[in-house]
C-alpha cells in the first residue's frame, strides 16, 4: 500500500538555526498537506501544496511540493521555540482518505 | 463553531473493560475519521465515514474495535473487550470535503492497565 515517509524523525537545533523536514509518497500525489502538532496536542492544518513545484511560503516558514509530486519539503528559516512540535505531512490515497507521514518531531534549544 | 469536540479527553480503564470514545464533528463537515497514535505506529487511520456511511474501516485493528455515525452531530469508537496494547491517543478528524484540510478534537488519551 501507499507509504509516505518522512525524514528526519528527530532533530534538536539550537533557537535561531535552520530547519528541514523532508516528506516522501511511494505514489505519486494529489496533493500534499501539512500539519503541526504541538507536544501534548493535536494536529493543526498549515498549508495544502496542490501544483508540481509549487512553492509556499507563511512567514517563516517555506513549503515545496516536488517536480514529481511525489515529495515535499518544509523549511523553517530562523527556529523560535514555538515552533517545537512534530511535523507531518499527509496525501491523499485511495478513494478518499489522507495517509500521514511518520512525523518529524523539532526540538529547539534556547 | 466549537470545533471537533472529543470525550472523555482522558480514559483509564482495566483490561476487559469496554471503552466507548465519542466525537462531535463540525456542523457541515462530511466526512469523518478516527486515528490512533502511538510512539510505535504514529497516527493511524482507523475508519472513516462519509455521510454517516462507513466507507473504509480496513485500519480497524480486529474485532474488537467498532465505530458507529448513527446521525451527522454524533460518532463513537468502541472497545471490547480491552487490552493494555490500545493504550494510546485516539482522534477524531473532520472534513468538509475532498482535498480540504481536517479539523483535529482534542483526542482521548487511553490507558488500558
Known amino acids: 500500500g501507499q507509504q509516505v515517509m518522512q525524514i528526519p524523525q528527530y532533530q534538536h537545533v539550537q533557537e535561531g538555526e535552520d530547519f528541514t523536514t523532508y516528506c516522501n509518497s511511494s505514489?505519486?500525489?494529489?496533493?500534499i498537506q501539512w500539519y503541526k502538532q504541538r507536544p501534548g496536542g493535536h494536529p493543526v492544518f498549515l498549508i495544502q501544496l496542490v501544483k508540481s513545484g509549487e512553492v509556499k511560503k507563511q512567514k517563516r516558514l517555506t513549503f515545496q511540493f516536488g517536480e514529481a509530486k511525489k515529495n515535499s519539503s518544509l523549511h523553517i528559516t530562523a527556529t523560535q521555540t514555538t515552533d517545537v512540535g512534530t511535523y507531518f505531512c499527509?496525501?491523499?490515497?485511495?478513494?478518499?482518505?489522507?495517509?500521514f507521514g511518520t512525523g518529524t518531531r523539532l526540538k529547539v534549544l534556547a | 463553531d466549537a470545533g471537533v469536540i472529543q470525550s472523555p479527553r482522558h480514559e483509564v480503564t482495566e483490561m476487559g473493560q469496554e471503552v466507548t470514545l465519542r466525537c462531535k464533528p463540525i456542523?457541515?463537515?462530511?466526512?469523518l475519521f478516527w486515528y490512533r497514535q502511538t510512539m510505535m505506529r504514529g497516527l493511524e487511520l482507523l475508519i472513516y465515514f462519509n455521510n454517516n456511511v462507513p466507507i473504509d474501516d480496513s485500519g480497524m485493528p480486529e474485532d474488537r474495535f467498532s465505530a458507529k455515525m448513527p446521525n451527522a452531530s454524533f460518532s463513537t469508537l468502541k472497545i471490547q473487550p480491552s487490552e493494555p496494547r490500545d493504550s494510546a491517543v485516539y482522534f477524531c478528524?473532520?472534513?468538509?470535503?475532498?482535498?480540504?484540510?481536517?479539523?483535529f478534537g482534542q483526542g482521548t488519551r487511553l490507558t488500558v492497565v
Open positions: 478528524a473532520t472534513y468538509r470535503g475532498m482535498n480540504t484540510e481536517a479539523f
Open positions: 505514489t505519486t500525489l494529489s496533493n
Open positions: 499527509a496525501g491523499p490515497s485511495g478513494t478518499y482518505k489522507y495517509i
Open positions: 456542523s457541515g463537515h462530511d466526512y
